[in-house]
């Protein structure tokens, strides 16, 4: 389904890479990091190119909330505890100085893309404890936020903690006004990277060969495991959204801190009302999108949907991103990943650090981002808990065979089932067409799950994703699943 942004925008379409291409830099991924990077990198007189498998802004960049804002769900309150005041404090800045680099830059280059100056609220319908713990480390760290029971949303809160001054945009718009002057390369995946004697790296695509002195690492999840290991220092959500119109249109950006709670953002024309997120590969009931539409009759009778989507998100293990050099034994490859939910104002700080290490500037941000920095103490139950997904994935594939057979299988929904010693997930259309793909994820051999709402086969370790009848939409997986060509009974 097609974002509210993609409805309303057109990005230009650019062509793949054949034969061979010289830079300095390579960028892989052209999401907003990836155009963000090559922006500054070319301010600073620096060759780069942008490599993306798909088309620009065809992943996350797309289906974002495209909220710019320093106020990160209950973060201040966390880091506090976890990293202490100096770093939380550098957390508070870099986001907030995010918002400011934005409108510089969206003043500068006079883009035209809906920049509204407009408040952040977190809100909660059962608490208040947690909302003024979280106004206090605020503080604390700089910001300023103030408390309120009294908002514009269509039903009492117990709390909300109000932060001005933060903004909203239209993504894509906002790309548009800045692909000018870009080498960019649609359809070129970058499937495999070699070091040259000499110091430089090769990244081989399908049809044409990089050669680069560094490298980017701006594709959401990184598909590099070793070395990174960003595969056990993170994990995948999806969260869920709907644009209606004939919708009241608010004061500010929400964001609920309860377990159920909406986030709602208007644009001139539409309410966005988002939520339902969970672990990718764990929602096997669905009916997420069914619960928007149930709030929104609720709250807002008159509203009609005009379209809906979805997101996934890469959660760092001690809720700060990696953003900086990819691996120690990888001086000239740098990474951005791990922006939770706020993957638009940490875009900004990931492009900025990024060219700055590049062109050897000092940035104060780098040692608070830095990917090779130790987890500490509080980061052991996310551990922990990343284990424990690993070793479900993998267990479930290996020993526990379900009994489910091809004639169960209901129509429109997907099942996996034993066949022949072997688990296959099985799909079955309206015309009894049946898809049977193998379950293992070919990321690292995680069992993957059937997603009920987006008819797709998730995997619950890292939050690689395919189609019901196997075709990649998500990685960090690189291929396909396997097909199994018919089925007998
Ligand atoms: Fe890593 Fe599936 S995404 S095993």
């Not at 990077?37 to 942008?50: C, K, M, P, R, T």
């Not at 004639?407 to 049977?436: C, F, M, N, S, W």
Request: hydrophobic share 35%.
């Amino acid at each position: 389904m097609k974002s509210i942004w993609s409805e309303t925008a057109q990005i230009p379409k650019y062509p793949f890479l054949s034969g061979k291409c010289f830079t300095k830099t390579a960028i892989i991924g052209g999401g907003i990091t990836g155009i963000l990077i090559s922006y500054f990198l070319n301010e600073a007189g620096e060759e780069n190119v942008i490599l993306e498998a798909n088309e620009i802004a065809s992943g996350q960049t797309k289906n974002t909330t495209a909220k710019v804002t320093s106020q990160h769900g209950l973060i201040y309150s966390k880091l506090l505890v976890q990293v202490g005041k100096e770093k939380t404090s550098q957390y508070a800045k870099a986001n907030q100085n995010a918002v400011l680099e934005y409108e510089k830059l969206i003043q500068t280059k006079g883009l035209s893309c809906d920049w509204k100056r407009i408040p952040s609220y977190l809100y909660s319908c059962r608490d208040v404890a947690l909302l003024k713990k979280e106004e206090q480390a605020a503080k604390e760290v700089g910001l300023k936020v103030s408390f309120t029971t009294n908002t514009k949303l269509p039903f009492p809160v117990r709390s909300a903690l109000k932060q001005e001054n933060q903004a909203q945009f239209h993504p894509l718009k906002f790309l548009i006004g800045l692909l000018n002057e870009m080498t960019i390369y649609e359809h070129t995946k970058v499937e495999k990277i070699e070091n040259t004697k000499n110091g430089l790296y090769l990244l081989y695509t399908s049809k044409g060969i990089v050669t680069a002195k560094r490298v980017i690492f701006a594709s959401h999840y990184p598909f590099i495991n070793v070395p990174g290991y960003y595969f056990i220092r993170m994990h995948q959500e999806r969260s869920y959204c709907i644009a209606f119109r004939n919708a009241q249109i608010l004061d500010g950006m929400y964001f609920g801190i309860d377990p159920d709670g909406l986030s709602f953002r208007n644009t001139e024309e539409y309410l966005i009302l988002g939520g339902g997120s969970h672990r990718t590969g764990e929602s096997r009931k669905g009916k997420q999108y069914e619960r928007l539409k149930k709030a929104a009759a609720e709250f807002y009778p008159k509203a009609k949907e005009q379209t809906a989507w979805s997101a996934q998100d890469c959660m760092p293990l001690d809720n700060i991103p990696y953003i900086g050099r990819f691996s120690k034994t990888k001086p000239n490859w740098y990474v951005a990943t791990g922006f939770q939910k706020w993957g638009m104002t940490s875009s900004m700080v990931a492009a900025q650090l990024i060219c700055d290490l590049i062109i050897g500037k000092k940035n104060e941000y780098e040692t608070l981002f830095s990917p090779q920095r130790v987890p500490t103490l509080f980061s052991v139950p996310q551990i922990l808990d990343e284990g424990k997904h690993a070793f479900k994935g993998l267990a479930r594939r290996l020993f526990l065979f379900p009994k489910q057979q091809i004639e169960q299988i209901p129509v429109g929904q997907g099942k996996v089932i034993e066949y022949r010693g072997e688990k296959l997930g099985v799909y079955k259309e309206k015309d009894g067409t049946i898809h049977a793909v193998s379950v293992k994820c070919p990321h690292l051999g995680c069992e993957l799950n059937w997603n009920p709402e987006e008819l797709s086969w998730d995997c619950p370790c890292h939050g690689s994703r395919f189609t019901f009848d196997g075709h990649l939409i998500d990685g960090p997986a690189q291929s396909n699943l396997k097909k199994k060509k018919s089925l007998k009974k």
